[in-house]
Nanobody, 118 residues
Framework: QVRLVESGGGLVQAGGSLRLSCAAS????????MGWYRQAAGKQRELVAS???????NYADSVKGRFTISRDNAENTVYLQMNSLKPEDTAVYYC????????????WGKGTLVTVSA
């Protein structure tokens, strides 16, 4: 089984920064993509950023230039550095591990709340 544990959420003023971490444990293969998604109240969950095992990353247009995703493969950990935060970034942020070669191999953390005050 795979377990994901997120940390680093909290309350911050607009313009501030937060760093989210997500540690994965269990049977993890190198053919994977780790990512961060978010879900604001009343909205659908959306991709924020993702990063492949080899380091290739992808960002939502709304966070480009402000957020940076990185990973430590030795520790099976993914990070999301969030700078210049805006009130519209307020959401529950979820970590995802996609073992794309394994049927049903997509796993989610429980989420961490990020609140950005104006």
């Amino acid at each position: 089984q795979v377990r994901l544990v997120e940390s680093g959420g909290g309350l911050v003023q607009a313009g501030g920064s937060l760093r989210l971490s997500c540690a994965a444990s269990g049977s993890i293969f190198s053919d994977n993509v780790m990512g961060w998604y978010r879900q604001a109240a009343g909205k659908q969950r959306e991709l924020v950023a993702s990063i492949a095992f080899g380091g290739r990353s992808n960002y939502a247009d709304s966070v480009k230039g402000r957020f940076t995703i990185s990973r430590d493969n030795a520790e099976n950990t993914v990070y999301l550095q969030m700078n210049s935060l805006k009130p519209e970034d307020t959401a529950v942020y979820y970590c995802n591990l996609d073992l794309y070669r394994v049927p049903g191999g997509s796993y989610w953390g429980k989420g961490t709340l990020v609140t950005v005050s104006a």
